[in-house]
């Protein structure tokens, strides 16, 4: 039985309203991914503005007075785990290749006091989720930081086992 063009990763995406660009370039001296065997290790992946390397869709730190809201930040890790989906793609061709999302790391840049994290990284683990069903479930964790590169609120690091 072969499943449906509808419940196909960029379909799904499509019903979100979300579209899949071109996988971001390193900001650095490093590879976007890696791949060691079955399992791609992406690097930090940024909340890029409709998927434009370069263009933060958001910075500043989230909490605090004057910070990001909650929600903003939701939606940064969102950006980011699309950029990651991006590069995933990028090392295999097809996210239907993705067998499993083995973990993520959510680095966030966080005003004082501030206690939300798993709540700003659902919007990463959503988007998995939605997008990949049960290949989209994954351990992770989630650093509250000082600063972070480029003044972006959240950086999403994924390790994904691929066929």
């Given at each position: ?30 590879a976007p991914w890696l791949r060691v065997g079955n399992v791609i290790h992406t690097s930090g992946q940024f909340p890029w503005r409709d998927g434009v ?111």
């Amino acid at each position: 039985m072969t499943e449906s063009s509808n419940s196909l990763p960029e379909a799904r995406l499509a019903r979100m309203g979300l579209t899949l660009g071109a996988a971001p370039q390193a900001v650095g001296q490093y590879a976007p991914w890696l791949r060691v065997g079955n399992v791609i290790h992406t690097s930090g992946q940024f909340p890029w503005r409709d998927g434009v390397y370069g263009h933060l869709a958001y910075t500043g730190r989230i909490g605090g007075a004057g910070g990001l809201s909650v929600e903003q930040g939701y939606a940064c890790a969102q950006l980011a785990a699309l950029s990651a989906l991006a590069q995933l793609k990028h090392a295999v061709g097809d996210l239907t290749r993705i067998r499993q999302i083995v973990r993520i790391d959510g680095h966030l840049q966080t005003g004082e006091g501030f206690h939300d994290h798993a709540t700003v990284l659902d919007g990463a683990s959503d988007l998995f989720n939605e997008v990949l069903g049960a290949s989209g479930r994954h351990t992770r964790s989630a650093l509250g930081l000082y600063q972070t590169a480029l003044d972006s609120p959240v950086l999403i690091y994924v390790m994904a086992e691929v066929g």
